[in-house]
């Protein structure tokens, strides 16, 4: 690996349980005297309870136990942290499901009830009733700019002489954008099964990102050691972000669990999991750009608002991109967060990234047109040979290798780039374009592998898989350090007590498990190799000069496997180089002039992501990502009534994820070359760059189609018809 | 259902007020008395199982069932929660995103707009259903071969929407494919595989 040898399209190995039903989520473990959870949320968005009646609830059929305020069993980790989060600006109490009268949020539970059957403990839920003391709420954060505060992370930055190039260059732009509340969506509902093994001892079948971090939030709230907690995930229906987080009610439910000594299990609605599991937080960007008439560009200034909850800061790199992206001399960037009544926001696909994305590719398309060059030979002009920001080189960079291939596919050149003047039949027609950008993160994992007498090589670490396909990764990065075939090999993952890795999340897991996979195979491999074995045609066998077949050396060492442990992280060349994944987006669409209508008709993207490992999830990563591109840009928003503090489209129906008719044909391609330092395999990350500036391409295409910039996402027909 | 009566009889609780509230029972109140002794002597969850559930004969891919059943139950949480056939994904619980498609009498219905009770006499088929033995169904093997999804959450559910889209005739053309497949929500966004996967099956002309 490491080389430039392609690997080969590999069908997913977990691919048989999906399409049969036998891979089993969090919620589809039978468990003996199963009792079920059902949440009751409140309805005003900031206040206190003023009474809860529970009695007709806890009288109906089945019901075990109504917990509120009143009654809910402490969790002994949170009654031992400060109440306050004085420190921070977001400067509120801090939110505790179930730990006081306070209400922080509209949809914030009020009530957890739990009966021996799912419908009992819906009926029973539907009895709670309450009364509130309401107080004045903010959720808007248009109203609330005055509340913006820097966040300990990303803090000003500036470099260049010129501070103000970005008004005073020969050709100047400057506008606002808005990106709203997105929701991740996965198409598992969220929640956890919770079964108490003995007073110390948790077993949780949770839909998280990371077993372990879902094995230290709960061993840390019940105050129990780490390996009382037996966290199980092999299989997680999506996550997109939002299982990054251990969110309180799964404490909360946990707990409850303890205290009734039965296993309890909650599925949270669809509704509920737009105000309980984050979101995308609704930012506002302003970006003003100053360049040459000749397309060099002079100052980039772009400042990014977004919301976070009254209780907890909520971070993200919204203008991390601008920093880098391109050679220009002289950039400012800030970003603020505003405390807002609201659930708090968590990282979502492409996360900050994506947001800013948007704002800066629109800019640069809009730039372009305006000193009337290429969008693609702007960018090319503007090119950052080494990283701006850093002052290092990039560890591999092949951008405009991925610029030329993808506007050759798309037939960028062949189109006529004057605004408004493509067309379809009525349809008005418009190509647009982007970059993507995400750092190519490399987390410490550790691997265990067992070679069986029988041949099959098992590994394990404690990762987890949200669909990107690790499994079938590791076993290809396996097979091709080992030679032993796919069909011998078996990945174990999702499970807390292997051994440790990160969370899946930042596009790092194929990097960073993936090169203790590599490690732990190569050690394994030396182990053999003293043993007078070597994996060959597939198989283990005997090397040269030797005889004893692997099952005869197992048996005089008195072992049925062999076992090797390796830990694996990055080294010197990660402070060396500045290590990005970069991707290019091309969109073609159709305006319709009369109703505003977009489609998506056509679509390349370009993933210059290092050595592709497993090409066939790969590609479904980036297609996946343009799907998400495409709700992002034309459909998806979370509609909160300020009023009422309260999400209006909070369901399926009313909030527009895209479905199949949104999305046409994808093609995509990989530039497939090795980054020499980012990890054994010469791999960057993928699942961020897919969306990250998708978005940004429809916008622009929208803009060649019609002469209409649209700087408010999603681009619904009202926006271009009001253009 | 066992497990449902097991759960009754460990779980005592409050059983005496739940006779007296029970809408069922009120016409059991003309004779409060003998209603009262019933509960005192723990007969109380057995009258309202009796009640309050009602029988169900359904064929489940091929197998025969008979259960009791409350009648808000739902097919979805009957597969689900009652006979582990977990397949069948719950992923809104209000007909919005498809993942609890199924078969019944071999058309595609949203399993979570459907009180099981309505299901008697007829025949439900799951993804469980689909393959005979180690033999994949041609629509699962395309699925498979076509990477037509990421996380498989919804999977279960485009698949049995995916044979229904081609017995209907609607899978002419890509576009038609994407019309009559909008039904199901995919987040991992596998749609553009999932149309090539359904294509696939469509020109291989194998009765599915």
Known sequence: MGTDKKSEPLNRVDGRAKVTGKAKYFAEFEVPGLTYAVMVTSTITRGTIATIDTKNAERAPGV???????NMPAIPGWADQPNSNAKLPSGGEKYRMLGSNKILFNGQPIALVVANTLERAQYAASLVTASYNKTEHQTDLLKNTQKAAMPGRFGDYTRGEQKEAYKTAPVTIAADYTIPVEVHNPMELAGILAIWEGEDQLKVYAKTQGVKATQRTLAGAFKIPEKNVQV???????????????????????????????????????????????????????????????????????????????????????????????????????????????????????????????????????????VNMDPLDFRVKNFAETDPEKNKPFSSNNLKEAYQLGSEKIGWNKRDRTPGSMKDGEWLVGYGMSTGVFGAHRGESTCRAQLNADGTLILQSATSDIGPGTSTAMVQIAHEVTGLSINKIRFELGDASLPPSGSQGGSATVSSVGSAVFDTCTALKALLAEAGLAFEEGTVKPVTGKTATMQQVLATQNKTFFEVTKSSKGGAE????????????????????????????????????????????????????????IGMALTEEAVIDHRFGRFVNNNLGDYHVPVSADVPHIETIFIDKPDPYSNPMGSKGMGEIALIGFSAAVANAVYHATGKRIRELPITPDKILSA | MDDQLRNEEQNGTSRRSFLKQTSLMTALALAPETVLKAAESGLD???????????LNVVINGVKQSVRIEPRVTLLDLLRERLQLTGTKKGCDHGQCGACTVHIDGERVNACLTLALTTEGREVTTIEGLAHGDELHPMQEAFLEHDGFQCGYCTPGQIMSAICCIREGHAGTPDEVREYMSGNICRCGAYSNIVDAIMDVKQGGKKI
């Not at chain 1, 075990?64 to 009143?70: I, S």
Request: aromatic share 8%; glycine share 10%.
């Open chain 1, 64 to 70: 075990l136990a109504v917990y509120t305020h009143l």
């Open chain 1, 232 to 370: 199980h995930s092999e299989f997680v229906g999506g996550g997109f972000g939002m299982g990054l987080r251990t969110w309180p009610q799964e404490v909360a439910v946990a707990a409850a669990a303890r205290q009734l000594k039965k296993p309890v299990k909650l599925v949270m609605t669809r509704q509920q999991m737009f105000s309980l599991v984050g979101h995308r937080p609704y930012t506002v960007q302003h970006i003003s750009m100053g360049a040459d008439k000749d397309g060099q560009l002079q100052g980039i200034y772009h400042e990014a608002t977004a919301e976070t909850a009254s209780y907890d800061d909520f971070t993200e790199g919204t203008v991390a991109m601008t920093r880098f992206m391109y050679a220009c001399p002289n950039v400012t960037t800030k970003y603020r967060i505003v405390p807002l009544d609201r659930g708090v926001p968590i990282w979502m696909r492409g996360p900050g990234e994506a947001t800013g994305a948007f704002a800066l590719e629109s800019a640069i398309d809009e730039m372009a047109y305006k």
């Open chain 1, 574 to 629: 990660q402070d060396k180089y500045s290590m990005y994944s970069f991707s290019i987006h091309f969109a073609e669409v159709r305006v319709h002039p009369h109703t505003g209508v977009v489609r998506v008709k056509r679509v390349v993207t370009v993933a210059d992501s290092g050595r592709i490992v497993s090409p066939k999830t790969a590609a479904s990563q980036m297609i996946g990502g343009v799907t998400g591109g």
């Open chain 2, 45 to 55: 969850e057995k009258i309202a199982a009796a009640i309050e559930t009602m029988p």
